[in-house]
C-alpha cells in the first residue's frame, strides 16, 4: 500500500500537467479567425481558462453572434488544436517529477480535464504522461464540466476513491471550485496570476500564489503526506 495511506491525486490537464494554454489560444484564434472574428487576444481567452472548450464555444456563439453550431466549431476548433498538441506540448519538469514519484509509491492516479478526449489522449501520448496515468475522464463524459464537481467525482469512482480521500490539482479557478464542490483537498497553483486572489482558490488547502514557479514535486509530496495523516 502507498506510504499515503488511501489518498488518490486527480490532475487536471492544462495548464495543470502541461503548458498547452498557449496552444488553445492558438487554437481559437484560428477558429474565430475562420469565423470573421479576427482580433481574439491572449486576455480574451484568459477568461476561458478552466472552462471546457465545448462551454467555451458556446458563449463564443452568444459573444461574437456566430452562426455556427456548437459542434461544427468544436470540430474546427479541435482540428486546429490537435495539430499544434501533437507536436508543441510540454509536460512541466516538476508536475512530471511528481507523477513519477507518486506512480512509484503507488497512489492511485487520474486526469480530469474539460478538454475533448482526443486533446487528452494525444497530449498525455506525446509527453510520456499516458505511462502512468491510465484513467483519464473528460468533461465530454459527464452531465456537467467544471466548476461542477461530475468530473472529480467520475474520477473517484473509477479510481475506487472516496472523495474525501481524493487530492486534486488544479490550476483553474472554476477547477477549485468544482474540487471543493466534490468535498475533495485541492493543491492550486493559478495559472493566470491574476486571479490568484479569486475566492474560488481560497477553499484550496495548498495555495501557491506563484503558480508553477512554486511547485516542486518535493513540497507538494511533502504536503500529502502531512495531509495523509489528518484525520
Same mark, same amino acid.
Given at each position: 500500500?502507498?506510504?499515503?495511506?488511501?489518498?488518490?491525486?486527480?490532475?487536471?490537464?492544462?495548464?495543470?500537467?502541461?503548458?498547452?494554454?498557449?496552444?488553445?489560444?492558438?487554437?481559437?484564434?484560428?477558429?474565430?479567425?475562420?469565423?470573421?472574428?479576427?482580433?481574439?487576444?491572449?486576455?480574451?481567452?484568459?477568461?476561458?481558462?478552466?472552462?471546457?472548450?465545448?462551454?467555451?464555444?458556446?458563449?463564443?456563439?452568444?459573444?461574437?453572434?456566430?452562426?455556427?453550431?456548437?459542434?461544427?466549431?468544436?470540430?474546427?476548433?479541435?482540428?486546429?488544436?490537435?495539430?499544434?498538441?501533437?507536436?508543441?506540448?510540454?509536460?512541466?519538469?516538476?508536475?512530471?517529477?511528481?507523477?513519477?514519484?507518486?506512480?512509484?509509491?503507488? =497512489?492511485?492516479?487520474?486526469?480530469?480535464?474539460?478538454?475533448?478526449?482526443?486533446?487528452?489522449?494525444?497530449?498525455?501520448? $506525446?509527453?510520456?504522461?499516458?505511462?502512468?496515468?491510465?484513467? =483519464?475522464?473528460?468533461?465530454?463524459?459527464?452531465?456537467?464540466?467544471?466548476?461542477?464537481?461530475?468530473?472529480?467525482?467520475?474520477?473517484?469512482?473509477?479510481?475506487?476513491?472516496?472523495?474525501?480521500?481524493?487530492?486534486?490539482?488544479?490550476?483553474?479557478?472554476?477547477?477549485?471550485?468544482?474540487?471543493?464542490?466534490? $468535498?475533495?483537498?485541492?493543491?492550486?497553483?493559478?495559472?493566470?496570476?491574476?486571479?490568484?486572489?479569486?475566492?474560488?482558490?481560497?477553499?484550496?488547502?495548498?495555495?501557491?500564489?506563484?503558480?508553477?514557479?512554486?511547485?516542486?514535486?518535493?513540497?507538494?509530496?511533502?504536503?500529502?503526506?502531512?495531509?495523509?495523516?489528518?484525520?
Amino acid at each position: 500500500m502507498s506510504t499515503l495511506g488511501a489518498l488518490s491525486v486527480i490532475f487536471d490537464l492544462d495548464g495543470t500537467l502541461v503548458d498547452s494554454e498557449p496552444n488553445y489560444y492558438e487554437a481559437g484564434r484560428r477558429t474565430l479567425a475562420e469565423y470573421g472574428v479576427p482580433d481574439f487576444s491572449w486576455a480574451e481567452h484568459e477568461r476561458y481558462v478552466g472552462i471546457s472548450t465545448r462551454e467555451t464555444i458556446a458563449d463564443w456563439r452568444t459573444r461574437y453572434a456566430l452562426s455556427a453550431s456548437v459542434e461544427e466549431l468544436l470540430a474546427v476548433k479541435n482540428r486546429h488544436y490537435l495539430e499544434l498538441a501533437r507536436t508543441g506540448t510540454e509536460a512541466y519538469p516538476q508536475m512530471r517529477a511528481f507523477v513519477e514519484l507518486l506512480a512509484a509509491d503507488g =497512489v492511485p492516479m487520474a486526469v480530469a480535464s474539460g478538454s475533448s478526449p482526443e486533446a487528452i489522449a494525444a497530449i498525455l501520448a $506525446g509527453t510520456g504522461l499516458d505511462a502512468y496515468l491510465r484513467t =483519464v475522464v473528460p468533461s465530454d463524459e459527464v452531465a456537467h464540466g467544471k466548476p461542477a464537481p461530475d468530473v472529480f467525482l467520475e474520477a473517484a469512482r473509477r479510481l475506487g476513491a472516496e472523495p474525501a480521500d481524493c487530492v486534486v490539482v488544479e490550476d483553474a479557478a472554476p477547477g477549485a471550485a468544482a474540487a471543493h464542490a466534490a $468535498g475533495m483537498r485541492c493543491i492550486a497553483l493559478p495559472y493566470v496570476a491574476g486571479q490568484a486572489d479569486a475566492p474560488e482558490f481560497a477553499t484550496a488547502g495548498l495555495l501557491l500564489r506563484g503558480g508553477q514557479r512554486e511547485f516542486t514535486a518535493r513540497g507538494a509530496l511533502a504536503w500529502l503526506a502531512e495531509t495523509a495523516r489528518r484525520p
